[in-house]
Structure formats: structure tokens, C-alpha cells
């Protein structure tokens, strides 16, 4: 197996290169989706070394931000992320292509004696890698050159435009967007992280994750989602979703605020009280904290990225261009039948 992977997630083109083949294989796997088969050039390159730390050459010239960050015109060197553990990246973004140097150690004995032996442990760490060198990178890129935000949320999308879901984690959005392939005119665009000019919402895509509670309350899938296998975190499993089932952009017709209520119930609520929830919702999803650390650390040299006036902008500009609603699906009932109804109501206004 090459120890290089492309990946192509809208306009952003990443060439991943690292030596240890377990990983690759893995990111492989995970990114399926996204893994581009063309000649095209990459934009972003991105190179993970094992086992190291960042050379201390590369500070040199840098001027020193922080405890964590050094930067200089064209330059960002994080030498410890607090959301990873172990983890050192080196950015270079001068010209066209964005460059990122990455090194891994094991934060502890412990940890990687532990990632040897169980397997969960060290996939839970491959996600974690996968998220900071390939999705992050891409969303600076996208960000910086197309003025898009990312949202935690998900999105589903019909041939009469698309439905997008807000929620904390654990609300249902990844049950709740499974539950819809019963339906054959239903595809999913994402289940947990969506891009949105402010008028449109671009898929961000990834395997999606649901315990065994959660499956078996969403029905048949027709084939149109199967599991890979991999376990996740809170004994989820991973569900891969077919190709045919999958849509790369929706123009939202509805904007639902998702949370399990006695009874499954759809109400409207005004659209400034949903972009702060929007807001707030975000806030509280561990992935989009991530990203924000590392797009706040962007801002100090590229300050498009990371941008808060433009996040508002966007996130209330989708707010008032749709109805929103307060969404609630009846807990442990059946989210086939609760989903039916809502994206009935939603539609019709």
C-alpha cells in the first residue's frame, strides 16, 4: 500500500503522507467518501511523522504568541494542542498550497500500551489525527477561500431541497438522519458537521455513529446504509452510508432545533432566537470546539479564518431564510414513524 491518500472534500484537494500503515489503511476506510481517484493536484499537503516531535529548527524566525503558539508572516506552529494530546503541527501557507507538518508521540507509557492492545483506544486516536490533518485543514481552506462556516449539525435533502437538524450531542441527529433512508426520496448530505455559506449547507462527510438502542428504533435501511465494523466511542458502531444515499449540498427549506421530548412535536420559533442557538449548540459539540482552537490559532496569521463576524453573518443569514423550529422526537419511540411526521410538517410550513 502507497504510505500517501487523497482526499477531495469540495475545493479543497489534501494529499495525506505518513509512514505507519495502520493508520493509513484506517484513514483509508474512515474517508472513504472523500478519497479522490484523480490527477488533480493537491492544495493542501499534509505529512504525519510517528513517534517524534517537531524539529526546533522550525521556530527559528517565529515570534512566540503564547505557551503553545509561535507564528511568523507566513508561518503557525502549534508545539502542544490541548485537545490532542501528543500531537505537533507546523503550517506553512504561502502562495497557493497549504502545507502541514505533523509529529505524534505518545503522550505516556500508558497510552500507547494501551493503544496496543485495544483496538477502540487506538482508533478513538486515528479519528483524532484524521479530524486536525485532513477535515481541519480542509475546512481552513474553504473558509478562508469561500467565506464558509462550519456548523455542528446535520442535513438531509429531498429533490424539493433539504431539512438541516441543530442539536447537542446525543439529541438524535444521526438516528434521526438514518431513519429517513426507509425512504427512498431521502438522501443524507451530513449527520454531525455541515458547511453553510449562509444560503446553502455543503456536506462534511464521515462514517456516522449509533449504539444498538438507536438502530433498532430507525427501521429498515434497504441497504442504503451498512456497518463497517470499526466501534466508536459510547459503544457506538459505524454505519457507511451508500453512495446513492448521499448528497453533497442542500438549499435548506427548514431549520429544526432536535431534542427528545414524551411526545414528538414540531413548533415554530423565531429566527433570532434560533441563530443563538445555532450559536450555542455549536459550542457545546467536542469537534467543533477543536476546530475553533485551531482556527483561532489560524486567525493570528490568516485572519479570514476563524473569522466570528463572518460565522454570525452566515448562521443568521440561514436563520432568516427559512422557517425554524423547535423539534422534539418522542424518546425510545419509533424515529421511522416521529421522522415521517416532522419532515412532513417541516416541508409543508
Given at each position: ?23 493509513l ?16 493536484e ?6 504525519l ?6 524539529p ?18 507566513h ?18 501557507w504561502e ?14 507509557r500508558r ?5 496496543r ?8 486516536i486515528?479519528v ?10 480542509c475546512a481552513w481552506?474553504?473558509?478562508r477561500e ?18 438541516v437538524?441543530?442539536g ?10 438514518l ?8 438522501q ?20 456516522i455513529?449509533v ?49 427528545l421530548?414524551?411526545?414528538t ?22 469537534e ?7 482556527a ?47 419532515t ?6
Amino acid at each position: 500500500m502507497s504510505n500517501r491518500l487523497a482526499i477531495s472534500l469540495h475545493q479543497a484537494r489534501l494529499a495525506l503522507t505518513t509512514g505507519r500503515s495502520d493508520f493509513l489503511a484506517f484513514a483509508c476506510s474512515y474517508l472513504g467518501p472523500l478519497l479522490d481517484l484523480s490527477s488533480d493536484e493537491p492544495n493542501i499537503e499534509a505529512t504525519l511523522t510517528w513517534d517524534a516531535v517537531l524539529p526546533a529548527e522550525g521556530q527559528a524566525g517565529l515570534e512566540q504568541l503564547g505557551r503553545r503558539l509561535w507564528a511568523g508572516t507566513h508561518h503557525l506552529r502549534h508545539t502542544e494542542i490541548w485537545q490532542a494530546p501528543g500531537l505537533q503541527i507546523d503550517i506553512g501557507w504561502e502562495g497557493g498550497t497549504l502545507a502541514v507538518h505533523a509529529a505524534y508521540s505518545w503522550p505516556s507509557r500508558r497510552a500507547r500500551w494501551t493503544a496496543r492492545l485495544m483496538d477502540s483506544v487506538r482508533e478513538r486516536i486515528f479519528v483524532l489525527l484524521i479530524y486536525y490533518l485532513v477535515y481541519f485543514p480542509c475546512a481552513w481552506r474553504l473558509e478562508r477561500e469561500l467565506g464558509w462556516t462550519l456548523m455542528h449539525a446535520s442535513a438531509i435533502a429531498t429533490n424539493k431541497g433539504g431539512l438541516v437538524f441543530s442539536g447537542l450531542p446525543g439529541c438524535g441527529k444521526s438516528s434521526s438522519a438514518l431513519a429517513t433512508l426507509n425512504a427512498p426520496e431521502w438522501q443524507i448530505v451530513s449527520d454531525n458537521l455541515l458547511f453553510t455559506d449562509g444560503a446553502q449547507v455543503f456536506a462534511c462527510p464521515e462514517p456516522i455513529h449509533v449504539d444498538a438502542q438507536a438502530r433498532a428504533l430507525v427501521g429498515d435501511l434497504a441497504g442504503r446504509a451498512r456497518p463497517t465494523g470499526r466501534r466508536f466511542s459510547h459503544r457506538r458502531q459505524d454505519y457507511e452510508i451508500a453512495p446513492e444515499a448521499r448528497q453533497q449540498s442542500t438549499t435548506p427549506r427548514a431549520l429544526g432545533f432536535l431534542h427528545l421530548g414524551r411526545e414528538t412535536s414540531v413548533r415554530p420559533i423565531d429566527s433570532t432566537i434560533a441563530t443563538r442557538r445555532l450559536m450555542a449548540n455549536d459550542c457545546l459539540a467536542k469537534e467543533w470546539m477543536a476546530y475553533q482552537e485551531s482556527a483561532a490559532a489560524m486567525h493570528q496569521v490568516w485572519p479570514s479564518i476563524g473569522d466570528h463576524e463572518r460565522r454570525i453573518e452566515n448562521l443568521s443569514s440561514l436563520a432568516r431564510s427559512v422557517p425554524c423550529y423547535d423539534v422534539a422526537v418522542a424518546r425510545n419511540g419509533n424515529v421511522q414513524r416521529a421522522m415521517q411526521t416532522i419532515t412532513q410538517a417541516m416541508l409543508n410550513g
